[in-house]
């Protein structure tokens, strides 16, 4: 083995990025069992029954986690179309009746017996690993707008289409502004994005200002003192819980607001609960640790040794820190609801699969990475 093979072999894994990621996945399951209990009491007649069934995605989110790491990224070349299709497939199942799982009049997930998985978190995951291995592929192509960008938005477009007919329009954004970056990342014109950020202002349009609850949410959260037993309920709550545990909260599992005040307390709302029980300096904290985990995969992203990990890096970075950026953002009330949650944390096992694997990718990049 050569000196230059012993440098660039198995001796960048981030360790610092692994142990900020088990510290938040404490943090939630300790947050959780606090936000989820009371509500779990009453709908399930278990304390511990979302503490439950968080711990078994958890234990299976680990795995994935440590398959991934195992998995050498520049693989992934051969996976990404299929990976692409079976998550199309997946979109398209959530309407069809028996597979797919309607809950007030919302698709977003498919089941199988007990077990139920939601296709849009995949398909974050899924465009980032498309479009980093493809732009890989396309890069001299980049420079024109009909056979550089022109394809991906057009393929962009069918996924967030069906992502929106769920309803789930702010994972439909999501993926869109992480296809933005990794386009921009990948060597498309600045030009040719913004020009189609400006076309997609017309179906952003109409898909938030024809929709009549979409509307609502808007005003309320304009003016959510006018609607405050409806569209403006839970931003009012939300304020409440962040204002009433000041600076060092009122102390754990001693919360308020989530004894049926916050709408699904252990979802979107996890972070308000955060706030109330241990204040801005927790908050704080958490926040500090989300930066840390975006630092260091900003990190690997730079000392990747192709192209193709430097935009996996880039993508999977953007994938946790947009998710945990919209969810603060609407527990403090400076974005309007979005659904989004909080990466680690909220409850879902969907989401907390998908993050930990894009954790497992990142840690087998900074491996196949230089040491210095």
């Known amino acids: 083995m050569t000196n230059k093979q012993r440098t660039t072999n198995n001796t960048g894994f981030d360790y610092p990025l692994l142990f900020v990621t088990f510290i938040l996945l404490a943090i939630g399951l300790m947050f959780l069992y606090s936000a989820s209990a009371a509500y779990a009491h009453i709908r399930q007649g278990?304390?511990?029954?979302?503490?439950?069934?968080?711990?078994?995605?958890l234990g299976l989110g680990l795995v994935f986690l440590w398959l991934a790491s195992k998995f050498n990224y520049k693989k992934y070349k051969y996976l990404d179309r299929p990976l692409l299709f079976i998550t199309l497939v997946f979109l398209c199942l959530v309407f069809i009746p028996g597979i797919g799982r309607e809950a007030r009049g919302v698709h977003r997930s498919i089941g199988i017996g007990f077990i139920y998985f939601t296709p849009s978190e995949i398909a974050k995951l899924s465009v980032v690993i498309y479009l980093a291995c493809s732009l890989v592929r396309k890069k001299e192509k980049m420079e024109s707008y009909i056979s550089g960008s022109l394809p991906y938005f057009i393929i962009l477009g069918g996924i967030s289409a069906l992502?929106?007919?769920e309803p789930d329009m702010g994972t439909a954004l999501t993926i869109a502004v992480i296809a933005f970056i990794l386009l921009y990342a990948g060597g498309a014109r600045l030009s040719h994005l913004v020009y189609t950020a400006f076309l997609a202002l017309v179906p952003l349009y109409f898909s938030v200002f024809q929709v009549g609850y979409r509307i609502d949410r808007i005003m309320g959260f304009l003016y959510p003192e006018k609607d405050p037993l409806k569209a403006g309920y839970q931003l009012i709550h939300l304020k409440r819980a962040l204002g009433s545990g000041g600076l060092w909260g009122l102390g754990l599992g001693e919360g308020i607001e989530k004894l049926f005040y916050l709408p699904t307390p252990h979802t979107d709302s996890i972070f308000a609960v955060i706030g109330e029980?241990?204040?801005?300096?927790?908050?704080?904290?958490?926040?500090?640790?989300?930066f840390f985990i975006v630092l260091r995969g900003l990190r690997i992203a730079r000392r990747a040794p192709d192209k193709?990990?430097?935009?996996?890096?880039?993508?999977?970075?953007?994938?946790?820190?947009?998710?945990?950026i919209l969810n603060m953002g609407v527990a403090t009330v400076v974005l309007p609801t979005t659904g989004a949650t909080l990466p680690f944390i909220s409850y879902g096992g969907s989401s907390l699969i998908i993050c930990l694997t894009s954790i497992g990718i990142l840690l087998n990049i900074s491996k196949n990475s230089p040491s210095k």
């Open 46 to 57: 278990d304390l511990y029954f979302y503490l439950k069934r968080q711990s078994m995605w």
């Open 308 to 324: 193709l990990g430097k935009l996996l890096a880039v993508g999977l970075t953007s994938l946790i820190g947009l998710q945990a």
């Open 163 to 165: 992502v929106v007919m």
């Open 277 to 290: 029980e241990v204040g801005f300096i927790g908050t704080s904290i958490i926040l500090a640790l989300f």
